[in-house]
């Protein structure tokens, strides 16, 4: 497959701004909305280069107020973004507004990011957080109201409307379930039936049981006093009291930069319009490639929205943290013989501390030097191995000291051999490799 050539690299600023040899930073977030701020949040914390891309049309724009978001109920959207993008870079990660055009995987991994502008930036992962775009009734004054007391979700506006007079626009299949919704909300419900499907029976019973109001007859638009809406009138002329009126836009999911990857948008189960499926943290069927917020959950609100983010941003790390490893023990596998120290008398497969003693974490093992760098040994059949930095939290809670040894040693005990490739392009266990390389030691 033809790969773009990257024609220029791009620059993290602060206090992360690490990019590889080959000049790629860790990851690219399309979008700067909630989702991709709080991965890359995570992944700035995680001393991972960042960079955000953001095109500046959060799906909540046109509201006064963001909801439900503990500690920051209220908050407009704009401000919330604000303060995210300000938490975001003091951690070191770079947040530009833009648009990215396309995405093409790089030859030995990786992405080459097309922005907008027609620069281009290398990447090692990808988290998308594109979110969708609401496709509204096309019903006059709906557009204009969309936000303010044209709404469509009791979570994020119920409270707002409660007591109110709220008119359902039946557009699609959700208007029944959506009247039935606000009923929480307000014993004032009407539901405008205008171009949805008849209901069924049992929807008539339901409807009728909880006291919505049902209107037959094409909806013409909205009437608005004083900047306000008082009324839905009908094709008809009949003008009905109401002081919010509820829709069920179509959402269409941003994938443009996932097209150019090959993955496509698909029917939603819920029948709300389109979503790029993947796996629990995101993870899409590109590897190297995760998802998060509304492109891939159109139903969440901020609060999940955010936490996805942030779920996918840790699986992201961890799959850096494991390419990094894996590619740490292959060099070491194939470093120079003189490397290796003989085998030392012990039970497991040791990394010895920096000389000078005192207490060793594992990321001090990994990144030792002198006499005893890259010390080991291991007893025969054992399936423990000295693992490279950095460890994450669960590779470090397998770490442990070793009874009667020096101070310091750390023995890491790794219970699925991992795969690399060796210097003959074969494939092989962690475990092999190190013992090859004991080999070559002559230990
Ligand atoms: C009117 C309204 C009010 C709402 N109110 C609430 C509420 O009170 N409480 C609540 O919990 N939820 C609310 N929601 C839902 C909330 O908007 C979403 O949960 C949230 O926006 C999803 O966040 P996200 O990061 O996935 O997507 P978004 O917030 O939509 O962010 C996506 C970002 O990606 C950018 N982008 C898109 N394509 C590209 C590209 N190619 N390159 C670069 N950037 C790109 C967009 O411009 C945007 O900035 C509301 C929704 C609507 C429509």
Redesign the pocket.
């Known amino acids: 497959m033809p790969c773009m050539v990257p024609v220029e690299v791009v620059t993290v600023t602060g206090t992360q701004s690490r990019t590889d040899q080959r000049g790629r930073c860790d990851v690219v977030v399309?979008?700067?909305?909630?989702?991709?701020?709080s991965g890359a949040l995570v992944l700035a914390r995680a001393r991972r280069s960042v960079l955000v891309?953001?095109?500046?049309?959060?799906?909540?724009?046109?509201?006064a107020?963001?909801?439900?978001?503990l500690t920051r109920d209220g908050t407009s959207?704009g401000e919330l973004?604000g303060l995210g993008r300000a938490e975001v870079r003091g951690y070191g990660a770079e947040v530009r507004a833009?648009?990215?055009?396309s995405a093409q995987p790089l030859p030995g991994g990786g992405f080459a990011v097309r922005l907008?502008d027609g620069e281009t930036v290398r990447t090692r992962r990808l988290l998308v957080?594109?979110?969708?775009v609401?496709e509204l009734p096309d019903v006059p004054g709906i557009r204009e109201r969309?936000?303010r007391d044209v709404?469509?979700?009791p979570?994020?506006?119920g409270w707002e409307v409660r007591d109110q007079a709220v008119a359902v626009l039946g557009s699609g299949a959700l208007g029944v379930h959506q009247a039935l919704l606000f009923g929480q909300w307000t014993e004032h419900v009407t539901l405008f039936l205008h171009n949805a499907p008849e209901p069924t029976d049992e929807q008539w019973d339901q409807l009728s049981a909880r006291g919505v109001t049902v209107v037959e007859g094409e909806v013409a638009g909205l009437v608005v006093t004083d900047d306000r809406l008082t009324g839905v009138r009908l094709a008809s002329g009949q003008v009905l009291a109401a002081q919010a009126v509820v829709v069920g836009?179509r959402v269409v999911a941003?994938d443009?930069?996932l097209a150019s990857l090959g993955l496509y948008a698909v029917e939603h189960p819920m029948g709300v319009g389109t979503h790029v499926p993947a796996g629990p943290a995101g993870l899409t069927a590109v590897p190297g490639v995760w998802v998060?917020?509304?492109?891939t959950d159109p139903i969440?609100?901020?609060?999940?929205?955010?936490a996805?983010?942030s779920a996918a941003a840790a699986a992201i790390n961890g799959d850096l943290i494991a390419e990094d490893t894996a590619r740490a023990v292959a060099e070491r596998a194939t470093a120079p013989v003189g490397r290796a120290e003989p085998a030392r008398q012990s039970t497991g497969l040791r990394a010895r501390a920096v000389a000078g003693g005192g207490p060793v974490t594992p990321r001090d093992a990994g990144h030792r030097h002198g006499p005893h760098d890259h010390d080991r040994d291991t007893a025969a059949g054992d399936s423990n191995v000295v693992s490279p930095r950095p460890y994450s939290d669960q590779e470090q809670a397998r770490c442990s000291t070793v009874p009667g040894a020096p101070a310091g040693d750390v023995v890491v005990n790794e219970a699925r051999p991992r795969t690399v490739t060796d210097d003959q392009g074969g494939e092989r266990t962690v475990h092999d490799a190190v013992l090859t390389a004991r080999r070559r030691a002559g230990s």
């Open positions: 399309v979008g700067g909305g909630v989702a991709g701020l891309v953001d095109a500046g049309r959060p799906r909540n724009a046109p509201a107020h963001s909801q439900g978001f959207p973004l833009g648009r990215a055009a907008g957080t594109t979110g969708v609401d969309w936000g709404i469509h979700c979570y994020c506006h836009p941003g443009g930069v998060a917020g509304n492109v969440a609100g901020i609060v999940a929205s955010a996805a983010g």
